[in-house]
């Protein structure tokens, strides 16, 4: 089955430490993958994307991603938080093909940066 | 340029009743999708709309549920009637049609929270 794993429901990270937010993919699913932030009462925005070429992605806000088919990993790092980090990060796949284009996701990280 | 708005941002409603999920794309945006997180699980497909046309619905729970989209602008989600497993959050998310990619970025809104007491 198509999913993506978060193993991670929380992180709790001081201010100005660095962090990696974990995420897997199975294998089936396209290598079109995604991380999205949630910051409170707010929609979710697109953080960084892999669609192909070099495999460390950029993002906004400092982040960034490696995508590792080897390993089937897609994590998220920073190498400094801050207290506005706080929120909660999902990794996702695109699924297409046919009639098909929609995401999956993993079931979130809660990034909980502390003074 | 306004993001894709959703109505009510709350609801709260008894078991067996109805409620409608309103979602305002961003204009010019043919592509809507429908999405609900249920507490603690991941955010799970439901549905997607290019213009007024359903694309995919292999997302929806049940025939409790409908979904409309007439004259392809903003959509409508109703669930008739609720149970209490319907509590959650429903976002929408709209992209462009830009032929020949299969990735066009989904923007979304900030979600209904649903509670079904």
């Known amino acids: 089955a198509q999913s993506v794993t978060q193993l991670d429901s929380q992180v709790p990270v001081f201010e100005e430490a660095p962090v990696e937010l974990r995420c897997n993919y199975s294998s089936s699913v396209s290598v079109y993958l995604f991380w999205y932030v949630q910051y409170p009462n707010q929609g979710l925005q697109l953080l960084l994307k892999?669609?192909?070429?070099?495999?460390l992605v950029k993002g906004i806000n400092g982040f960034e991603a490696e995508f590792n088919k080897s390993q089937t990993s897609f994590h998220l790092r920073k190498p400094s938080v801050h207290i506005s980090d706080t929120a909660e990060y999902f990794c996702a796949a695109l699924i297409y093909g046919g009639a098909t284009n929609k995401l999956i996701f993993g079931t979130g990280t809660l990034l909980a940066v502390q003074p | 340029e306004a993001g894709v708005t959703q109505f009510p941002s709350h609801s709260v409603i008894e078991k067996g009743q109805t409620v409608t999920l309103r979602c305002d794309p961003i204009s010019g945006h043919d592509n809507l999708y429908w999405y609900r997180r249920v507490m603690g699980k991941e955010i799970k497909f439901l549905l997607h709309?290019?213009?007024?046309?359903?694309?995919?619905e292999s997302g929806m729970p049940n025939n409790r549920f409908l979904a409309e989209r007439t004259g392809g602008t903003y959509s409508t989600l109703k669930v008739q009637p609720a149970e209490l497993e319907d509590s959650g959050v429903y976002f929408c998310a709209s992209s462009q049609d830009i032929g020949g990619i299969p990735y066009n970025e989904q923007f979304f809104g900030p979600g209904t929270r649903l509670t079904v007491l």
């Open positions: 892999y669609l192909s070429g070099s495999t």
């Open positions: 709309f290019v213009k007024e046309s359903k694309q995919d």
